[in-house]
């Protein structure tokens, strides 16, 4: 099938080798932040945090205080990994009858379930989880960072209140969303003019449009003032939940006052000379163990095979986590990052809201749109991931640390279910085929996520060819929009060098070093 766009324009990144921190981030301005608290003396932590706080601001829609996730660390000096989740629960009140199934059709959003009555499992208030983030960068920021917690605040403070800019991406990602943005008056009243379209100047405008962030900024001054307890215990949370409730929703101050995000050993497993470093638990890290266990290690890309490798774990994750995946149509709707300093810590950090712009809820009072958490449940009664209150939520996210004799990388994406295959793919290509990040970065892809594989048109024809043998298969080029393979980030380290890059369609992702700025 033919598409609109050229066959004939070719995009790259430039990726930059240093001795510097390097921040690869899905934001430039995320970016920016981080190799700036590197630039100051600040540890890969302290830049993960700050780089996190700003990416809540300037990409909104994707991940923030209002969500959760997970962060993958290695402690040069120690020689350890260690696995935080922040991954978010299912408030102790929710009442599973309050999700009817309709018994006709399936949920439009980014998994399959059957449909629940007015998607209330998928967008509102009854859609929203108890949020993670801020007690995940707590965490982090008690057990590693070495600079003042209010300090790491200030840079998503001081862009909340100059407001994110409003370009033709952020237009097009908002317009994805904006009858559903239209549904809380709130969330439009921010994103969207006359409660229809989205923010953004016209073709020829001179000047550049900004959100207003207002009520985000106090927030942040909040939390860098009274601290992250101030989120789960104080004034914010007592703000957030009178906020949720007041919309439908069932989150509470106790749930709250419960939550702990909690570090883990890594999932650790050999390949080759290398040792990859996952996140445990309900998340895609032991499929990324298992695509590896099922794929021959082969000096040259073995693009069929890492397919077939990637379809079995695929399956397996459905047959023994319930994870029912979404379909290949929807939005990737995660942040991810990775950091690297001088001294060579690392982490890898994915954070999200789950659907774009999550529950299209905003917390009027605190300035922060809220999570849809609660899609991760299977509506459906008697099944491995089924609703219920209290629980984890099940998790796409893949964060990932690889070692090996030169140092290693940082990895992850966003994407949705296309996660695991851009981390598994990019991984492989960089371990088994011993490719540079640049290399691996710009090396066509596939997904085969869903009953569909697609396939990257810039793949050799002979592979193509090897990929349709008793496949479903769409070949596609590349887009800006959508990541048909997912949009991930990565930092390496060689010896002392360190280098970055991001997902190389991305307009706003960026790799940047203390030098940039």
Not at 172 to 191: N, Q, V, W
Not at 437 to 447: C, M, N, S, T, V
Request: glycine share 10%.
């Amino acid at each position: 099938m033919l598409s609109n766009f050229s066959i004939t324009q070719s995009v790259k990144k430039a990726v930059i080798e240093t001795e510097s921190g390097v921040v690869a981030s899905q934001h430039t301005r995320a970016a920016r932040a981080g190799a700036e608290v590197l630039s100051a003396g600040g540890d890969a932590i302290d830049a993960a945090i700050a780089t996190g706080f700003v990416l809540g601001v300037v990409e909104p829609w994707m991940s923030g205080p209002g969500g959760g996730g997970a962060m993958v660390i290695w402690r040069e000096k120690e020689q350890r990994a260690y696995a935080l989740n922040f991954g978010m629960r299912s408030p102790a009140a929710l009442d599973v009858a309050d999700y009817p199934l309709t018994g006709q059709g399936r949920v439009s959003d980014l998994f399959p379930w059957p449909a629940v009555k007015d998607d209330r499992n998928v967008h509102g208030a009854t859609a929203i989880a108890v949020p993670g983030m801020v007690a995940g960068m707590e965490a982090a920021h008690g057990r590693f960072a070495t600079m003042p917690w209010a300090d790491l605040l200030s840079p998503a403070t001081a862009i909340a209140k100059e407001g994110p800019l409003a370009d033709w991406y952020s237009a097009l990602l908002t317009t994805s969303s904006a009858r559903l943005i239209a549904k809380d008056p709130d969330l439009a009243a921010i994103f969207l003019e006359d409660g229809t379209w989205p923010r953004i100047g016209g073709w020829t405008a001179t000047g550049q449009e900004h959100l207003d962030f207002s009520g985000m900024a106090v927030t942040l001054e909040r939390l860098a003032e009274a601290g992250a307890r101030d989120f789960y215990e104080g004034d914010i949370g007592r703000a957030m939940v009178a906020d949720v409730q007041g919309k439908g929703g069932s989150l509470s101050m106790q749930d709250l006052l419960d939550y702990r995000a909690t570090f883990h050993e890594p999932l650790s497993f050999a390949r080759g000379g290398a040792t990859v470093h996952a996140m445990p638990g309900l998340t895609a890290g032991p499929n990324l163990a298992d695509y590896f266990r099922r794929l021959p290690e082969n000096a040259t890309p073995d693009v069929p095979a890492m397919a077939d490798a990637l379809k079995a774990a695929y399956d397996h994750r459905l047959a023994t986590m319930g994870h029912d995946g979404e379909t290949h149509d929807s939005p990737g709707c995660t942040s991810h990052f990775s950091v690297v300093d001088r001294e060579g810590n690392m982490v890898a950090v994915t954070q999200t809201l789950l659907s774009i712009f999550g529950s299209r809820v905003l917390s009027q009072s605190t300035g922060i749109p809220m999570n849809n958490g609660i899609m991760w449940f299977d509506p459906e009664p008697g099944k491995p991931n089924s609703l219920a209150p209290g629980q984890p939520c099940l998790m796409n996210i893949c964060p990932a640390i690889v070692r090996d004799e030169t140092g290693g990388f940082a990895i992850g994406a966003s994407g949705g279910r296309k996660i695991l295959g851009a981390v598994a793919q990019l991984s492989t290509l960089m371990t088994d085929a011993g490719m540079t990040l640049e290399q691996a970065f710009h090396h066509p892809r596939i997904d085969i996520s869903g009953e569909t594989l697609l396939a990257n048109a810039a793949l050799p024809d002979a592979t193509l060819e090897t990929l349709r043998k008793g496949r479903d298969i769409s070949v596609r080029p590349d887009a800006v929009y959508p990541f048909a393979w997912a949009c991930p980030s990565a930092v390496r380290r060689s010896g002392t060098t360190n280098s970055g890059c991001t997902e190389v369609m991305s307009p706003w992702a960026d790799a940047l070093s203390e030098d940039d700025v």
